[in-house]
Every structure is written in C-alpha cells, then in structure tokens.
C-alpha cells in the first residue's frame, strides 16, 4: 500500500468537507451551541436553599424547639426560618412561591411531651416546589420522631416495671436522651458528573455520529459520477481508495469531538478528565466511526438509502447509547443497553473521567468499543464480500 | 385533481421508503421510551445502601424504603455505592455500618456515614429523607435503651416492649398538604414523554423533510410539472397537503401508540384534536420553508435536525422547563414548541380544555401563518 497516496485520498475528502458548509454547521457549530444551551439551561441549578415559615400556634416549649432545631447549626446552610402569623398567609406565600414551605404547629402541641393526643402539625408545600417540599417533611419527620421516642421511652420504662410516680421524673430524662442512631453526613471525596459535563460529550459524540451519513454518502456519489471507476483504472492499489477514505472519516470525527472538548472545556468549564485518557477515547470512538461507515455502504445500494440508513444508525445509536438523555437517571436496564453501543461506552468513560475516577477507568471501554469495531468490521468484510462474488 | 395528485405522489414516495418509515414509526416509540423512563427516573430522589448484616440492618433499609418519593438502590459494597453516587444514579450513598445490630443491642449510639458529593438540592433532599427514616427507626430503640436504663435489663430485651407500645402510645404526625395540588406539571415519565416527542419529532421530521422539496426543485420536477396543465398555486397546495399529511400521520400515530402502549391520557378530546391540528400545522410551514431555503438536500437534512433539537431544548421537550432559569425559559417561548408543550400540560396535567389554551393556541396560529406565508411566498416566487 503506498502511504502518500492514501494520505492524498484522505486529504482531499476532508478538504472536500470542509468547504461544505452544511458540514461544519453538523460537526462544530451544532454540538457547541446545543452543549452552550445546555449549560445555560443546568449551570445554575447548584446549591439548595429554602425559605421555610412557621406559624406558631402553640407557643409552648415544643414549638421553640421545633423553630430552634430549624434555626440551628445543622440546617443553618439550607433553610431560613420566617415567623408567619397566621395560616392563610403561609398559604398564600407558599402558593404565590415565595416560601419554599410552610409548618403550621397546632395550639397544644407542647402538651404532646406529656404523652397526650395533640393535632398535626400541617406542612404547607407547593407543587412546584418539590424538593423544599420533601426537605420540609424530611426536617419535620425527624423532628416528631425524636418527640414520639421521647414519649414512648417513658411508656416503655413505665410498662417495664418503674413506678408510676416516677412518670414526671421519667419525662424530664427522657427529653434528655437521644436517639441511638445518627446519620453523619460525610463528603464522599469525589465528584458528581454534572449535567453539563455530560451534554457536552453526549453532544459532541451525537454530532460526531453524523461523520457516517457523510461518509457513506460521499461514497456513493463518487461512485455514480463515475469517480470511482476513474481511479480504479489508476494505477493504485485497491486497499488505498477504502484506507484513504476510511482516514478521512477517522480524521473529520477525531477533529469534531477534540474541538467540542477543547472548547467546551475553555469555555463552559466542562470537565473531560485527563487530556491524554479523554484524547484516547476520542481516538477510539472516531476509530469506530470507520467500521460503522464501511458496513452502511456495504448495506446500502444507492446513495438515498445510503443517507437514510446512516440516520437511522445516527438516531438509533444516539437514543440508546445516552446522547439525548442523561442516562444516570434511567432505569438499570436502559444503562445495559447503552452499554451495546461504542458511543455509551465512550460517554460512560468520559463521564467517569470528569467525576475523578483514575485514567485506568478508561480500560474496560476502550476494549468494549474496540470489540464494537471489530464485529462491525467483520460484518462489512463479510456483506462486501458476498456483494461482489455475487 | 392535480393538487391531490401532486401531494399523493409525494405520499406514496415517502411512504415506499423503509427509512423514512422508521423516523416516522419506530423512532418516536423508542424516543417516548427512552425520555419517558429516564424522565420517570430524574423526578425521584435515590439513594445507594449496602445491606448490613442483621435484622436491624434490614429494617432500617425498610423504613428508608418507605419514604415517598424516595428510592433505595441496594449496592453489594461500600465502592459499588461509591460508584452510583459519582455517576449521579444516586444523590446519596448510605454505609449502614456491618455491627449496625450488635452495636444498637448493647445500648450504644451508632453513627450511620451517608455520602454526599456537594449541596445540590437533590442531594440535600436525600439527606434530609434519610435523616428523617433513621430518627423513625431510631424510635423504638431509643425507648429499649432508656427502659433498660430506668427497669434493668438489656436495651435487646427490652426491644420488643417497646415495638409493642408504639401503636399504643399517642404520637405527633405531620400531615403534607400541597396548597395548590390543582396547578399540575406535566406528570414525570410517558405522559411527559409522548407529547414533547409528539411535538419534538413532528417538528424535526418536517424540517428534514425539507430535503424532498430541495430535491425536486434540483431535479427540475417541478419545472417539468409546470410544463403539463397545472398551475404554480396547484403545485403549491399539493406540496403543503403532502407536509401537511406526513405531519398529522405522524402525530396520529404518536397519539395512538402513546394511548395503546404507553397508557397516555391526552386530556380533552377537541382540545387535543385541535392541537394536533395546529401543530401539524406548525410543522408543515416549518419543512416548507426549510425546502424553499436550503440549497442542497444535505444541507436540509444536516442543519434541520440540529435546528429541531436546539428549538426542541429551549421548548421544554427534553426536560421540564420549571427546571431551568427564568430568563431561558422566556427566551425558549420565543420557539412554538415551549407554546405546545404549554398547552399539552395544561390538557393532560391540569384536565384544561380549549378555552384553557386558547392563548397559546393563538400564539401557535400565528407561528403557523408566519411560516406558511414565508413558505408559500417563497415556493411562489422560485416556481412563477
């Protein structure tokens, strides 16, 4: 095989591409502005805080514990506690958005610590506010428990055999006590994958997708003006027309997903990892672009169908691999599948990479999407072939 | 005649071609599915556990599971927990400690690690949710430790008293209420799902389709059609019925695999229709327009769906726009699809009817007009 030649072939296709223009509106400008939109749309959506009211009927101890255990140390950074005089208002508060939630402490609810039967404590939450909802009920949940064990110790020492004279004795003690278990809230030393650090891959490998319907459909146009047969009376090799090709795909997805990271990174502060670990599957994924592109030609028998399979295989390993969605979220059996695709493979590495797992991660999905390639390949090989002894 | 004539040709073209059947059919069932289960997903709070060891251990991961709105992932190890949390399947992790029951038995206080990765509002919600199912279940071993105290005994024998006294014994509830339970979003999962697909790809399908016109006019087709007895206004009609029919054959499918296999409800009958219609509508002027603008085929099926997804983001179709910034979600209705997704909460999360969405509706209309006008004047003036 002679390497000039092939890196002519190779050159001239992608210089080709460039000047269309339909070309790099797919490969650069598109995964760029969809990754600029969707960081606009998640890159604010961080630290939680909740405006929180509490209406106090009651004005006893337990209330001034309950708004103490609001205003203390452990939820100072999440919640702020406004005193509300009456219900109506914290309805309308809550309603209007302004409150994240609201508690409503019935009058008598001191008297609970006692052991008597007191009303509910309401917790007024808004449909639009979801999480201050369920953060409210939380808080409010391990308040009342700490309450109700308060009350039951006494019972249950009192049932256990103590004297019922020492029940006032009991009570005091018992609202000293707490309970046994204790969650301690630890940073787990690593990152998250952030929503932006996902679609910036997820879009750059989507539009990086788009490679093989160019791919295949150069392939057939040449081929019906002619270009084909023009070179194939060349004195070349046969093997140098498919590499050269083959390169150019291999180059214009390597340039495209490199671009999108560079940028992304510069700019969005998108995190891809290490450079050299996130460049190796950047390699790879374009590599499995070749395979993908040579078995759509070997399938396809004019460039229309060509076109229309390319989309097909474009959408369908884009919506099954993660592209669209973030795949974190999906049910296990979705992240199996994804798991059957070079492109969810390669997501899957870049995001381990940007939440700080170590360079190794990068192993296990640089075989997987090398497997892809090679089962690709060996179905080209095998239709390219029956095609022609045919 | 020939209007119909040009427009059926166009159909049966269309329709021949097994590719374009799969965008039509198969797409939209695999996108409703994919977006609805990961939607489905992204509204619950998760969290990792590993098991324990003991029958504590085992209740204690029963009481989390309880909360509402909450989902425990029960993982083999603390590194698998660990695993979940960076990949963001889970917002917390919780290490329920292996001598979690003999620690408890003796009388002793146990800290229980819950990993987080950054105050985010989901994670603190899970935080929050864990917190408030440990204190539960933390109630009647509190009671065992102090009535071993108080009466002797071990906190392990006393145990089981005090689950007995629990029911018995009166407690302070918290009683949820939504204030404005009657405003509803979109339902997370199919019902999201089905009509912001509906919208997505009737749009997206129609732009790329745009190709098909670029094509014919690079053909010389419609020179050729001018030359026998039909007239550019004919030609023009035939061409908005043809885009016309592909979108509401794709939206009629999407309405009837979203009820059939998805269990959608579309909200009221008329107003749904009506929707649909418009829609249709939208998209028609939309891929006419795009194949008056675009120069070559490639050009209309490469730029079309970037186009589509990037108005399909802004609109609310790939994720709830309650869920970002304010300012995006004024500047994504200057789209139709955010006006469309609009009108399809308000038919399937707020049982609305037509009088509900006829501001939207309007602002669709005069999307629709918009791009038609462009279209036609476009198509018109290429043809004459």
């Keep these: ?390 | 005649m020939s209007t119909l004539a040009i427009a059926a040709a166009s159909l049966r073209r269309t329709l021949r071609d097994r590719v374009a059947l799969f965008f039509i059919v198969a797409l939209p069932i695999i996108a409703i599915l994919v977006v609805g289960a990961t939607i489905q997903g992204a509204t619950d709070i998760k969290v990792a556990a590993t098991e324990g060891r003991g029958q504590l251990a085992e209740s204690l991961l029963n009481e989390i599971e309880r909360t509402d709105g909450l989902t425990v992932v029960v993982r083999p190890d603390e590194q698998a927990a660990r695993e979940s949390l960076r990949r963001g399947e889970v917002q917390a992790a919780v290490l329920v400690p292996d001598d979690l029951g003999e620690v408890l038995r003796s009388g002793a206080t146990v800290d229980i690690p819950v990993l987080t990765t950054a105050a985010t509002e989901s994670e603190q919600a899970a935080l929050a949710a864990v917190r408030a199912a440990v204190a539960e279940h933390a109630t009647p071993l509190q009671a065992a430790v102090f009535a071993a105290d108080q009466a002797g005994g071990t906190p392990a024998s006393r145990l089981e008293l005090a689950r007995q006294l629990r029911a018995a014994t009166p407690s302070v509830e918290l009683r949820a209420e939504a204030v404005n339970a009657d405003r509803g979003i979109l339902p997370a999962g199919f019902s999201y799902s089905a009509p912001t697909m509906l919208v997505l790809l009737v749009f997206i399908n129609a732009v790329a389709g745009g190709s098909t016109m670029v094509e014919n006019r690079k053909l010389g087709i419609y020179q050729r059609a001018l030359a026998g007895p039909v007239l550019p206004r004919q030609l023009v009609l035939g061409e908005t019925m043809f885009y016309g029919s592909m979108a509401l054959l794709q939206s009629g499918l999407i309405v009837a695999v979203g009820a059939v296999l998805f269990g959608v409800n579309w909200g009221d009958p008329l107003a749904a229709t009506v929707l649909v219609l418009l829609w249709a509508l939208v998209g028609t002027g939309a891929g006419m327009l795009s194949g008056t603008l675009f120069r070559t085929p490639e050009q209309a099926s490469a730029i079309g769906p970037p186009i589509g997804i990037a108005f399909g983001m802004l609109g609310g179709c790939m994720w709830p726009l309650e869920l970002v910034p304010p300012a995006l979600r004024a500047a994504g209705h200057a789209t139709p699809h955010a006006w469309a997704v609009d009108s399809w909460t308000v038919l399937l999360a707020q049982d609305g009817g037509l009088v509900d969405i006829a501001v939207p509706l309007t602002v669709l209309a005069a999307f629709a007009v918009v791009l038609l006008a462009a279209a036609v004047h476009r198509m018109r003036r290429a043809l004459v």
Excluded at chain 1, 186 to 200: D, F, L, M, N, R
Excluded at chain 1, 267 to 281: E, K, N, R, S, T
Aim: charged share 15%.
């Design chain 1, 1 to 390: 095989m002679n390497p000039p030649t092939t890196l002519l072939i190779a050159a001239k296709d992608l210089r080709q591409r460039f000047r269309d223009r339909s070309a790099l509106v797919l490969v650069f400008v598109a995964p760029l502005a969809l990754a600029v939109l969707i960081s606009l749309a998640f890159g604010s959506a961080q630290r939680f805080h909740a405006d929180i009211a509490v209406v106090d009927n009651d004005g006893g101890p337990v209330a001034e514990a309950f708004t103490g255990m609001l205003r203390g140390e452990q939820l100072r950074d999440v919640l702020t506690v406004h005193p509300v005089a009456d219900e109506a208002t914290a309805r309308e508060r809550v309603d209007s958005g302004e409150l994240g939630a609201a508690f409503v402490l019935p009058e008598g609810l001191s008297n609970a610590a006692r052991g008597e039967r007191v009303p509910d404590i309401a917790v007024l939450t808004s449909v639009d506010a979801s999480v201050s909802a369920l953060v409210a009920n939380s808080v409010g949940e391990a308040f009342v428990a700490q309450l109700n064990a308060d009350v039951l110790s006494v019972n249950t020492a009192l049932a256990a055999g103590v004297p019922p004279q020492r029940a006032a004795e009991l009570a005091r003690e018992a609202a000293g006590s707490s309970l046994p278990e204790q969650v301690r809230p630890e940073p787990s030393g690593t990152k998250q994958v952030e929503v932006s650090s996902y679609y910036a891959p997820a879009m750059g490998i989507l539009f990086m997708l788009f490679t093989i319907g160019f791919g295949a459909r150069g392939w057939f146009s040449e081929r019906d003006s002619g270009t084909l047969d023009r070179i194939a009376v060349a004195p070349l090799r046969p093997g140098s027309l498919l590499v050269g090709k083959a390169l150019a795909t291999f180059g214009y997805g390597v340039a495209s997903l490199s671009t999108v990271a560079v940028v992304t990174s510069l700019a969005l502060g998108a995190d891809w990892g290490p450079p050299p670990a996130a460049g190796a599957i950047i390699v790879v994924m374009a590599l499995s672009l070749v395979p993908l592109t040579a078995l759509v030609i070997a399938v396809s028998t004019t460039q229309r169908q060509a076109e229309g399979i390319a989309a097909t295989v474009t959408f369908g390993l884009a919506l099954v691999g993660g592209n669209f969605v973030f795949l974190s979220t999906a049910p296990p059996l979705l992240r199996t599948i994804a798991m059957l695709t070079p492109n969810g493979w390669a997501l899957r590495a870049l995001t381990d990479l940007s939440s700080g797992a170590p360079w190794t991660s990068i192993g296990v999905p640089i075989l997987a999407i090398l497997a892809f390639c090679v089962v690709t390949a060996g179905a080209a090989l095998l239709l390219a072939r029956r095609r022609v002894t045919r």
